[in-house]
């Protein structure tokens, strides 16, 4: 099993389209802050929790997504390309293949959390004070925007690998995830927030502390997905164990 892991690792490090992952994400992440952080007007950037909705939440974001389609890509590409059939027959016990994935996933997820918290922090931080206000986020803040960021991508990661071996096609994939967080969920904390603050993405950015008045607190928030994150992996599990493979 440490074997297979290694061998993830590696096969994550060595493709590009980690790199291309990555580039997108801080890309991303500076036009959303610079956006928001430089045209909104001086009274939704005065209190802690405007700073935090309006500015610097991007970087939890974006980590979050970007973790996710790295994990569904790190298995749909297989499939994908074929590369699924020689893998299986090195390693007949699919279960160990998956699990490799599932743990590549929570680590590298989690790497694109903490780079994605600080980046979005940072460039936060700077344009707020080119605007000359004040930062309202104190240290606990910046800690919990870093530590929620790494963990809520870690479990999205994973969760990212439970859909693309459901879904096992990287276009439907990667479209569901985008759509998912960037669009409904939205819309389900805007309108119905009861529901809404109970989603896997609104979970994960409880994580982060932000919109404590709509949201779930940070500890909740991590254990609704973490139960997210493990029934995805159930149903990967599954779904890859038992379908034939194309």
Do not use: C
């Amino acid at each position: 099993m440490k074997a297979l892991v290694r061998a993830e690792f590696l096969k994550q490090r060595s493709i590009p389209t980690g790199r291309g992952l990555v580039a997108g994400m801080a890309a991303l992440i500076g036009f959303a802050v610079l956006l928001h952080g430089l045209s909104l007007p001086a009274d939704h950037l005065e209190s802690r929790q405007d700073q935090l909705e309006f500015v610097f939440r991007w970087g939890a974001l974006f980590g979050t997504l970007f973790a996710a389609l790295a994990g569904a890509l790190s298995i749909t590409g297989e499939f994908r390309h074929g590369t699924i059939r020689p893998t299986l027959l090195a390693t007949p016990r699919r279960i160990n293949v998956l699990g490799a994935k599932l743990a590549s996933g929570l680590v590298l997820g989690a790497g694109f959390g903490a780079l994605a918290a600080l980046l979005g922090a940072g460039v936060a931080t700077l344009t707020l004070v080119g605007r000359s206000y004040d930062v309202a986020l104190d240290t606990g803040d910046y800690a919990l925007l870093l530590a929620g960021g790494s963990v809520s991508a870690a479990l999205w990661g994973a969760l990212g690998v439970g859909v693309g071996a459901l879904v096992r096609q990287p276009v439907p994939a990667i479209a569901g995830l985008a759509i998912w967080l960037l669009f409904i969920e939205n819309l389900l904390v805007a309108f119905v927030p009861r529901a809404g603050r109970l989603a896997p993405g609104a979970a994960g950015a409880a994580l982060g502390g932000i919109d404590t008045g709509t949201l779930l607190a940070p500890a909740a928030g991590g254990a609704l997905l973490a139960v997210y994150a493990v029934t995805a992996s159930g149903a990967a599990a599954l779904a890859f164990t038992r379908r034939d493979v194309p």
